[in-house]
């Protein structure tokens, strides 16, 4: 069973930056199509951004032209550069994985956008 650690979150202003991480066990990390999602307490998980095992990229409209995914297939590891972040999109993020109809989950970090 794949397992996925997601790190890189934390505090930041408005209009800021950050990169989240997304590391996968796996030895076979390039078959599987990665994604990140978010959640607010009370509000379903949100669709950000996946990037198939082609490299072909989609994102939710929420964060087109802001956020870019992207994955490295040596390290087992899938980004998430956000730029110009608002106060709404503060969540916890989560990583998935994707395979025949399989998805698997990571465990979440916590993306505040404060002043």
């Known amino acids: 069973q794949v397992q996925l650690v997601e790190s890189g979150g934390g505090l930041v202003q408005p209009g800021g930056s950050l990169t989240l991480s997304c590391a996968a066990s796996?030895?076979?990390?390039?078959?599987?199509?990665m994604g990140w999602s978010r959640q607010t307490p009370g509000k379903q998980r949100e669709f950000i951004a996946e990037?198939?095992?082609?490299?072909?990229?989609n994102y939710g409209d929420s964060v087109n032209g802001r956020f870019t995914i992207s994955r490295d297939n040596a390290k087992n590891t899938v980004y998430l550069q956000m730029n110009s972040l608002k106060p709404e999109d503060t969540a916890v993020y989560y990583c998935?994985?994707?395979?025949?109809?399989?998805?698997?989950w990571g465990q979440g970090t916590q993306v505040t956008v404060s002043s």
């Open positions: 998935n994985a994707a395979y025949r109809g399989l998805r698997i």
């Open positions: 990037i198939t095992t082609g490299g072909t990229t």
């Open positions: 796996t030895t076979i990390f390039s078959i599987y199509t």
